[in-house]
Each structure stands twice: as structure tokens, then as C-alpha cells.
């Protein structure tokens, strides 16, 4: 007598079959759980990023429209103007003067050396405009402004708001943007435009200056001058000192707003590792950007 057919699932064990189930439920949560705590990183990090760009854009145009208007020249403004601009120029003609220096004599006295070499001399004005007035000579000057000025401000502007100085002039009905940042970032301007220059004159001076030493160039330093002014486009006279500018404005504006965004919580440990990097990245990007279109 053949056995009765067994139905289909009939030998599974309820038991082990929950228990699977929930650890498939158990394993299922924490993966969830991983990405979300992933993803709300990102956007925490994506949203603290775009924040601050938003309000550099902002205070960008802030600065700009106050600038222009008569009666935002108070007497405390221009005290502030003054003294930054002194501290700008003043404090860092010596280094800019010294690492133009030192940039003619390691990149513009061997690239007039090797276009000479490759019998290229006559390239020597345009490659030394595209790569050390355009490219080099603004990168360093940012990264002086952002190391000796940019840090003072951070420092300065991070302790007034932790120390709760700026609620207590905002109770006073006084403006800290139009009496701090405003006078602060022109005066970063003009000095990231006026060491930009110096810079690029040592650059090339010294350059000229080694490789007339070394017998590589025999013509005047006029005549020098002359080739690197020649070999100058059009569009360079306007390009290279609003890069000087934009990288000043920004490098003045970006560690203002650094320390201003100061929270109860920061101190120098957290400011200035915070503000030199922020300054490096607009810096770089300041510079990529007037790359892409020339």
C-alpha cells in the first residue's frame, strides 16, 4: 500500500523560518540605517559648503554697493581702511618682495635659460606672462595675504564674536559689516593688486638680472621689459590685475566672514585651521576660474 504524498512545506519549521525572517527584517534596518546616516553626513557637509558660499556671495555684493555709497565713509571706516591697508602692504612688501625674488630666480631665469637652450628666445615674453604673471605671481600673493593678513583677521574678528563684542556693538545700533568687513576687504583689495604687481616686477627683474649674469641674454633690461609688455594681448591688461584684485577681495572677504560665522563653541584650535583652508580653496578657485576662459 503505497504512503499518502506529503503537501508542499509541510516538513519546515515555523520557528526557523521567523527567525530568519527577522534577521533578514535585523540586517535590512541596518543598511537603511547606514545609508541614511551616510547620506545625512553628505548633505550636512553639502549644505555647510553652500552656506558659506552663499554668503560669501552675498557679502560680496554687500561690500561692493556699500563702497559706492558717501555716507558708509565714516570717520571709523576709513581709520579701519588705513590701518588694514597699512598692515597689507606695509607688513608684507618685504615678503612679496622677497618670494618675487625667489620665484625669478628659480622659474623665470631658467625658463628664459631653456627657451634659449631650445632656440625659442623669441616665446620668452609669452610663456613668462602666461605662467609667471598670470598663473604663479597671483597664487603666492593669495597665499601671503591669506597667511600673514587673512589669519589676523580670523583671529581678530573670531575672538570679538565668541567674546560676544559684536551682540554688544549690534546693541549699540553699530554695523559691524560696515565698520569691520567692509574697510577690511577693500583695503585687501587694493594691497592684493599692489602686491601682485611688486611681486611680478621682482619676479621678472630678478629674472633678467641672473640670466644676464649668466650670459644667457645679452639685451638691455629695457629692451627686456619691452618683449614681455609686447607679448601682452589685449585681453591680458585687463585678466591680469582683476586677477590681483579678485584674489585680494576675496581672500579679505573670506576671512572676515570666518570669523563673524564664529559660533560659542570655536577657538583658535578650530578658527584657524578652518579660515587657512577656506582661504586656499578660494584662492585656487579664483584661479581655476579665470583660467577656464583664457
Known amino acids: 500500500m503505497s504512503a499518502a504524498p506529503r503537501e508542499p512545506g509541510a516538513d519546515r519549521d515555523p520557528v526557523l523560518e521567523a527567525d530568519t525572517a527577522s534577521r533578514n527584517v535585523h540586517q535590512r534596518f541596518v543598511l537603511h540605517e547606514w545609508i541614511r546616516v551616510k547620506l545625512a553626513w553628505l548633505g550636512r ?5 553652500a552656506w558659506f558660499l ?14 559706492f555709497r558717501s555716507h558708509s565713509w565714516r570717520r ?25 625674488t625667489l620665484t625669478g630666480v628659480a622659474a623665470v631665469s631658467q625658463t628664459i635659460y631653456w627657451l634659449g637652450f631650445a632656440g625659442l628666445a623669441k616665446m620668452t615674453g609669452s610663456i613668462l606672462i602666461n605662467v609667471v604673471v598670470r598663473e604663479i605671481a597671483p597664487i603666492l600673493v593669495g597665499i601671503m ?19 560676544g563684542q559684536i551682540r554688544s556693538m549690534q546693541a549699540q545700533g ?33 629674472g633678467y638680472v641672473i640670466s644676464r649674469i649668466s ?10 621689459f619691452y618683449d614681455v609688455v609686447v607679448a601682452m594681448s589685449h585681453m591680458d591688461y585687463l585678466i ?18 570666518t570669523g563673524l560665522t564664529a559660533t560659542s563653541e570655536d577657538n583658535l584650535r578650530t578658527l584657524l585651521p578652518r579660515g587657512f583652508s577656506r582661504g586656499l580653496l578660494i584662492v585656487m578657485a579664483v584661479s581655476v576660474l579665470f583660467s577656464l576662459d583664457l
Not at 557637509?45 to 559648503?49: A, E, K, M, S, V
Not at 552663499?54 to 563702497?67: K, T
Not at 591680469?240 to 566672514?257: A, Q, S
Request: glycine share 16%; charged share 5%.
Open 45 to 49: 557637509l553639502t549644505r555647510h559648503q
Open 54 to 67: 552663499l554668503i560669501m556671495l552675498g557679502a560680496s555684493w554687500g561690500v561692493v554697493f556699500e563702497s
Open 76 to 100: 571709523t571706516v576709513r581709520y579701519e581702511f588705513g590701518v588694514t591697508l597699512n598692515s597689507v602692504i606695509g607688513g608684507g612688501l618685504i615678503a612679496t618682495l622677497f618670494t618675487g
Open 145 to 163: 595675504l591669506l597667511g600673514r593678513n587673512g589669519m589676523l583677521s580670523v583671529t581678530e574678528l573670531g575672538l570679538l564674536t565668541t567674546g
Open 174 to 206: 553699530l554695523d559691524p559689516f560696515l565698520l569691520l568687513v567692509v574697510p577690511r576687504t577693500l583695503a585687501f583689495t587694493v594691497g592684493g593688486f599692489t602686491l601682485g604687481i611688486l611681486f611680478s616686477f621682482a619676479a621678472l627683474l630678478t
Open 215 to 224: 650670459g644667457v641674454i645679452t639685451n638691455p633690461v629695457w629692451t627686456f
Open 240 to 257: 591680469i590685475p582683476l586677477k590681483f584684485i579678485t584674489v585680494g577681495f576675496v581672500v579679505g572677504l573670506g576671512g572676515c566672514l
